[in-house]
């Protein structure tokens, strides 16, 4: 199973960039879109049901309420047995969740928030981050597996950031955030990425638009598809896709073998 997870930084815009003719080409069994930024009312047909081969994708979206903001999405060539928000409205008002139910695992697609400057969102961010915790661990204590992909906006350590010394206070990589990366993964959880490639530096998954930040590398690890630790044996690899353009993220892609 080939899952793409990818912060597009708005949906529509990257339809004028060859979106759909990407969806085509890579055709994975299922895409979790961030930062869609737009409800389905908004969207093309080519967005809301688009021309790939094989199975069709059925389309779940979770729009914020305010226009032109946040926004996850889930395209899934198999059905999920169920779709649904987090339940809890501070955040699911802002479209920050799906939860899609396999039968072998539960795939969380989530934007984490941004911090912002000065501080501004910290608390919510932790809340959000918490309630993060806190669902991943209950579907473990069920006896599932889980699989949350998405934005953290958060580089963890100072190898997935190219400057870490420089943004010691930047939104994104502030202690808080980062200690709370650690509480997750101290948590039992697993950072797929970094399983693969331990103390790898310059692997990045968003870049400023300034600077030729893209072009010299000079960017933030963001981006994430984690498990739980009992889940790991499953997952066959977990790359990050820089090549691919269109969005300041790039995606991230992981296979199971389920």
Known sequence: ?????????????LEKRGFTDWLVKENPDVLCLNETKAEPGQ???????????????????????RKGYSGVAIYTKKKPDDVRFMNKPEFDNEGRV??????????IAAYFPNSQYERKRIDYKLAFNDAMLKLCNSIVKKGRHFLLCGDF?????????ARPKANENSPGYL????????????????????HFHPGEPGHYTW?????????NNVGWRL???????????????????????????????ITLDI
């Open 1 to 13: 199973m080939r899952i793409i997870s990818w912060n597009v930084n708005g949906i529509r815009s």
């Open 43 to 65: 969207l093309s047909s080519a967005l809301l049901n688009p021309p790939v081969k094989g199975p069709a994708y059925s389309v779940f979206w979770a729009s914020s309420k």
């Open 98 to 107: 799906l939860i899609a139910e396999y039968k072998d695992f539960s795939l």
């Open 153 to 161: 906006n958060v580089a963890h350590t100072p190898i997935d950031i």
């Open 175 to 194: 202690p808080e955030e980062r200690e709370w990366m650690d509480k997750f993964t101290a948590s039992g959880h697993v950072d797929t990425f970094r």
């Open 207 to 215: 870049w400023s638009y300034m600077g030729q930040a893209r072009r």
């Open 223 to 253: 981006d994430y598809h984690c498990v739980d630790k009992n889940f790991l044996s499953k997952v066959k690899s977990s790359i990050i896709r820089a090549e691919v353009e269109g969005s300041d993220h790039c995606p991230v892609e």
